[in-house]
């Protein structure tokens, strides 16, 4: 154990200056000991603040519609879940709450939905276009899988940004918790993203039923090839309207884990406090925070569809309105001594603006 020990402070002493760490190393790092994981976390926090600054880049969430054509096994609105109501916002709903975003200070707003047959590629553009012809925001679009010529459709009209998640590095994992999905596809999109100039973000699930220390690894080193822009990561919290109802969900430390290895790999990438972890532990977001993330992505979405919106259960801040959690979560930024950025959060990356 104390070689093992030995070992840890050597690869966070090279991750320090170095993004480059073997699968082997990222495996020890992860099977760290809970009590002596501070130095994973304090030397991706040295790395955070190195490469990204203080500031937290707010991002407002707006969620605005709950259907879902496909059937995620461990997703709360998967299209098979009869047993909530469905909603979605009208055109005039979404441009009025990005409105009411950049009022209450947000430069950024990220648009999310199921993979929702009524949102072509030309009705996201309309809705994107109408938003940008208001606002100063910069808009990220989080609405699943597109072809080519809708990807482009919808960069045309202004997005800058696209999130889609790959969940798991093994594709005969992501195979069998989606099964109208198909992992190569996936990881087609990125590529298609990336090349019509989409500033792009994916991650994955801390803790899925079926997940080694091997596939974890994996998920890591598959971000870093990625070179993505953004990466989100959170723990699989199992959800009593799925199959996986009853599975062991992902826990708070293994999560902080894979943020942590996220940063040393990935440099200056943007990295959320995910809500998920905030809703394992009610300081799970600062303590991200604290181990190499610097984005928060607060929940703007008009309250009454909040409730219908909840891919995993126990999701904070559901009943908070968008002027309160702006406050709450700038207190909990600056008791860090950390900054509220005031910017639009673009891409560190130099080659991607
Ligand atoms: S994870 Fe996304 S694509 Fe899958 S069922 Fe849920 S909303 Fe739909």
Same mark, same amino acid.
């Given at each position: ?23 082997? $190393?990222?495996?020890?790092?992860? +099977? ?5 994981? !501070?130095?994973?976390? +304090? ?10 600054? !203080? +500031? ?16 995620? $096994? ?9 047993? %909530? ?26 648009? +999310? ?9 030309? %009705?996201? *553009? ?11 925001? @910069? ?14 459709? &919808? ?35 990125? =590529? ?22 091997? %596939?974890? @690894? ?8 990625? !070179? ?32 942590? %290895? ?7 990438? =943007? ?21 190499? *993330? ?21 999701? &904070?801040?559901?009943?908070? !309105? ?23 959060? =673009? ?7």
């Amino acid at each position: 154990m104390e070689n093992n020990m030995k070992k840890v402070y050597a690869i966070c002493e090279k991750a320090l200056h170095s993004g480059n760490l073997s699968k082997e $190393e990222i495996i020890l790092l992860l +099977q760290c000991p809970e009590e002596q994981s !501070d130095i994973i976390f +304090q030397t991706a926090d040295a790395v955070r603040k190195k490469e990204v600054g !203080d +500031q937290v880049h707010l991002r407002g969430l707006i969620e605005f519609s709950n259907y879902c054509k496909k059937n995620c $096994e461990y997703c709360g609105i998967r299209g098979k879940n009869k047993s %909530i109501d469905r909603y979605r916002l009208s055109q005039e709903e979404i441009l009025q709450t990005a409105i009411r975003a950049e009022s209450l200070g947000y430069r950024s707003v990220v648009m +999310q939905s199921g993979e929702d047959p009524f949102f072509t590629a030309e %009705i996201l *553009a309309d809705m994107i276009s109408t938003i940008k012809s208001h606002t100063d925001l @910069a808009i990220t679009l989080s609405a699943g899988e597109f072809s080519y010529d809708e990807y482009k459709i &919808i960069k045309e009209a202004g997005a800058d940004r696209y999130l889609l998640r790959f969940e798991t590095s093994s594709e005969e994992l992501y195979q069998k918790l989606h099964p109208d999905s198909d992992f190569h596809q996936r990881i087609k999109c990125l =590529h298609i993203l990336e090349e019509l100039g989409y500033q792009v973000g994916s991650g994955f699930m801390v803790g899925l039923p079926g997940e080694t220390p091997e %596939i974890l @690894a994996d998920n890591l080193l598959l971000l870093q090839k990625l !070179d993505l822009d953004m990466a989100g990561i959170g723990p699989f919290l199992p959800n009593s309207d799925t199959n996986l109802a009853g599975a062991q969900g992902g826990t708070l430390i293994n999560s902080l884990k894979a943020v942590a %290895i996220a940063r040393l790999l990935l440099r200056n990438a =943007h990295i959320p406090a995910t809500t998920a972890m905030g809703s394992l532990d009610p300081k799970g977001r600062e303590k991200a925070l604290q181990a190499g *993330a610097n984005v928060v992505m607060p929940n703007v979405t008009p309250e009454e569809f909040r409730e219908m919106y909840q891919l995993y259960p126990n999701k &904070i801040c559901l009943r908070d !309105d968008p002027a309160h959690c702006r406050k709450c979560i700038t207190g909990k930024i600056q008791g860090l001594g950390r900054t509220v950025s005031t910017e639009h959060g =673009h891409s560190l990356k130099i080659d991607r603006i």
